[in-house]
C-alpha cells in the first residue's frame, strides 16, 4: 500500500510541476510608462468555453507601437504592446466553433468596446469606440494570447506569415475605399509611398482605381512602379501640374495621407477636387496643423481612418487573389532580438523608419 502511494503522490508532483512550467514563466514585454519596456514572467489565464490560447510566432514592429514606446500615442500603463501578429492555436473551447488546436491564425489588432449603443443593441460592426492592440487593450508581444474565438481569423495555407502581418494595413485601405465610395477609372492621390501608403495604393489598384503616389523617397517610388503603380511623382514644384496631366485636368477624385511618410499634410488638398475629400491615415506629428483655407477653398470633407475593424476576413479573400504584392519590400526576420533596443531605435528614427521595410520578430522557432 505504501508503496502505490508513493507512485501516486510522485505522478502528482509530476503533473503538477508539468503545469506550473507550461503556465509560468511565459515571456510578456509590457510597457510600464514612457520608453519603460520591460519582460515580466506571467501565469497564463484558464481557457473558457469561447476562447482559444494562441501562440504567438511573428510580430511585425510597427511605427505605432513605436510611437507607443516614445510616448506619441497615449496609452493607460501598464500594456503590452504589439499590434500585428500571427500565431497558433494551442488550446481551444469547446465553443470555439470552427477552431482548433494547431491552426494558423490572424491575431486582430482591433476589438469592439463592448459599451457604446451599437454594441450594446447587437450592432457591434457600428461600434463608435474601436479599441486598439497596445494603446486600449493588451497586444501581442509575448508568449500566448487568451482571447475570444472572434478574435481570431484562421489562414489559409496560400497567405503566408508576412502578408498576415499586413491584414489591418489592408483592411484600413479597405475600409477607405468603402467609405469613399469609389469607381472603377477614378483616380486617387496617396501621399506617401512608404510601407502603409504602398499598400493603399495596391488595395486601390486592385478595385481598379487608379493610384497616383507622391513620395520623394526614391526608393519608394521605384517600390510603387515595380508593384504596378503606374502613376508616381515626386512631391516638387512640378507636382500640381504633373497631377492635372494625369487627371486630365480634373484633380483627384480623394486624396490620402499617410503619416508615417512625413510628407507636408498641406500636399492632399492641392491634390484633390472641388467638393471631394481628404483622409487621413496614421497619427501625424504633433503640433501639425492644417489651413481652414486650404479646407474652405474647395469645400473639401476631411476625416480619418485608423483601423480596419470588421475586414479581416475579406482581406484574407482579397489576398488569396493576389491584391498585395510584397516581393519589393525590404524583409528582415529576427529570431534573436532585444525589443527595447528594436522600439528604441524606431522611436528615434521614424522620419526614416517606415521606408517599405518590414521587420518581423519570429517568435517560435
Known amino acids: 500500500m505504501r508503496k502505490y502511494c508513493k507512485v501516486y503522490l510522485y505522478a502528482f508532483l509530476v503533473a503538477n510541476c508539468a503545469v506550473k512550467a507550461y503556465n509560468i ?59 500585428f501578429a500571427v500565431g497558433i492555436i494551442t488550446e481551444a473551447g469547446e465553443d470555439c466553433y470552427g477552431l482548433e488546436k494547431g491552426q494558423r491564425v490572424y ?29 486600449d487593450f493588451d497586444g501581442f508581444l509575448r508568449d500566448f494570447v487568451v482571447c475570444n474565438y472572434n478574435d481570431v481569423a484562421v489562414l489559409p495555407d496560400a497567405v503566408d506569415d508576412l502578408h498576415a502581418l499586413c491584414i489591418e494595413t489592408a483592411g484600413i485601405a479597405e475600409n477607405i475605399y468603402d467609405k469613399l465610395n469609389l469607381s472603377a477609372g477614378q483616380r486617387v492621390a496617396v501621399v506617401g509611398s512608404d510601407f502603409t ?12 482605381v487608379i493610384p497616383i503616389v507622391i513620395d520623394n523617397n526614391p526608393g519608394n517610388l521605384e517600390r510603387a512602379k515595380k508593384c504596378g503603380i503606374y502613376y508616381s511623382f515626386t512631391a516638387d514644384d512640378d507636382l500640381v501640374s504633373n497631377v492635372m496631366d494625369a487627371t486630365s485636368g480634373e484633380m483627384c477624385a480623394a486624396a490620402i495621407y499617410s503619416a508615417g511618410s512625413k510628407l507636408p499634410i498641406s500636399l492632399p488638398p492641392r491634390l484633390a477636387g472641388k467638393k471631394k475629400s481628404v483622409v487621413l491615415v496614421g497619427i501625424p506629428p504633433q503640433n501639425t496643423m492644417i489651413k481652414a483655407h486650404d479646407i474652405l477653398a474647395k469645400d473639401l470633407t476631411y476625416f480619418s481612418v485608423s483601423d480596419a475593424y470588421g475586414y479581416s476576413d475579406a482581406v484574407i479573400n482579397m489576398l488569396l487573389h493576389g491584391a498585395v504584392n510584397l516581393d519589393y ?33 519570429k517568435m517560435i522557432l
Open 329 to 361: 519590400f525590404e524583409k528582415e526576420v529576427i529570431s534573436e532580438y532585444d525589443p527595447v533596443a528594436i522600439y528604441k531605435d524606431r522611436s528615434e528614427n521614424l522620419s526614416s523608419a517606415n521606408r517599405g521595410k518590414m521587420t518581423v520578430l
Open 197 to 208: 501608403g504602398n499598400i493603399i495604393a495596391q488595395v486601390l489598384q486592385y478595385h481598379k
Open 107 to 135: 491575431l486582430k489588432g482591433t476589438r469592439n468596446c463592448e459599451k457604446c449603443i451599437a454594441c450594446k443593441s447587437g450592432k457591434s460592426e457600428d461600434c463608435e469606440e474601436i479599441r486598439i492592440a497596445g494603446r
Open 25 to 83: 514563466g511565459m515571456e510578456n514585454w509590457i510597457l510600464t510608462g514612457v520608453e519603460n519596456l520591460v519582460k515580466q514572467d506571467t501565469v497564463s489565464p484558464p481557457v473558457g468555453a469561447g476562447q482559444v490560447k494562441v501562440k504567438v510566432t511573428h510580430l511585425l514592429i510597427s511605427n505605432y507601437d513605436a510611437m507607443l514606446f516614445g510616448g506619441d500615442v497615449a496609452a493607460e500603463y501598464p500594456k503590452t504592446i504589439g499590434r
